[in-house]
């Protein structure tokens, strides 16, 4: 996948892994990392205006085509991350999403991605959804100046 | 609590205790508990007839007031369960429903209750809330027979 | 329950509603208020000295007995709030946590409390565990100055 | 990635979607499918003896390398669905898990992959893990006959 070839800002969601995201070998269970990305996506999208409060109110969803992720190191109770995302590629009406999870001592301990549409619900909140064209005016607020 | 003095139909719902379940203690996370409440009190509204699409269709929900558990013995991964669930209150807007998680081999793992609200979204889902009367023709549906 | 008889440091945890903590009505599935009760009582024992990483070496362990929460009113998704947690009572080998969340509203969501055993396991983590007597020492810990 | 050039085994563990694995768009909440993943893995392996109880006992344990999944549509609250899976590939130390979630019409949701290491824990539970050859036994427990 292209290094931030789109020149994006780069969000950065603080996560911490507790005790009930663990599993019994006492690392964590990995989709805590899925949720975080989901998380971290939505703050992305806060950070340029884009809350979750307009997104409800606009009837904009960004539902999944696709996740991956590939573990690098386990994160422990209490360890102290940030994810780290990235717009890493636009479609017509798709994007991905590129997210490192790194904690607080510089290790890489995961690294993945998302790829979402840009839709809308056609009679509002959790009526079917339809991929919206991604404008040039959207692509804008995620150019890092 | 009365136990089961409206003659309540029990609901059985079986559930199963995976690895991302537990902590690192290696039994189950307890708020575990609570989402299998959550699932075996939507189960029970499933089996007389108001299952999730009925739900949806006419903006009903139930969400709770309060909710409490006790913790009598810990399950542990792959452990077979089932949440014994009965309504045993009824008020004009409001339900208390009793469940008791039991291992195979018999053992009460867990008790608790939940009270929930009979409501109806004013304006579709996602939008607030209102209590509704609880009809006569309602409670009726929950009489064993 | 007495309110701060034991005049308990009190423990911050903040948190975030996120997209996945959130149900189908918008607003938060009630088991995410247990999670969070959870982390921060981790949180409020590390804050005394007792870290995650303290409790593995050490082999001890907090393991429920009973929790319960009233639901006052719904976070949504990205609401900022606070768990402010303290210890109201200290028992043989139990103690209670009594927590509320805060919106940063100042709005109280949600209010309740976990009584767990202070416990070790007798042979490494994973190892069935047993209740242990509470010294002076750890009360003192959580006095407020 | 090859369509079963193994021969294994079809692991069919049955799920149904709750309440609290939707999200405010009403439908499963992404991280769920890999929450199924992970079980269905435990319970294609409790299939040909490996149960939980017994990887405990012997300490092992089969942390994740990478995992992924395609989203093909939408699950809804009390959909029944199984997850179908197989192993894939063997590696010296490592085996691949495709997984294909089918609800109960038909319908494929999701297909997805996990890549994980055939470790042991080298001082009990918790302890850190060490990779271990696959033996030709272990391959031979998931052959289809």
Redesign the interface.
Known sequence: MAENEFNSILGVFPVQL???D??????I????Y??WF??AT?SLF?AVGY???RM?AEHL?M?????????KA?A???DRCEVRSRIVRWGGKSFVVKHEVVREDGTLLAQGSETRVWGR?LN???SP?KGQPISEELKALFKAR
Chains 1, 2, 3, 4 share one sequence.
Not at 22 to 27: L, N, Q, S, T, W
């Open positions: 507790h005790w009930g663990c599993d019994p070998a006492g690392i269970f990995y989709p805590t899925f949720r989901d998380a939505w806060a809350t979750a409060k409800r969803a539902p999944l085509v696709c996740a991956d992720c590939e573990f386990p422990e109770q209490q619900y509002g909140p959790g959804l």
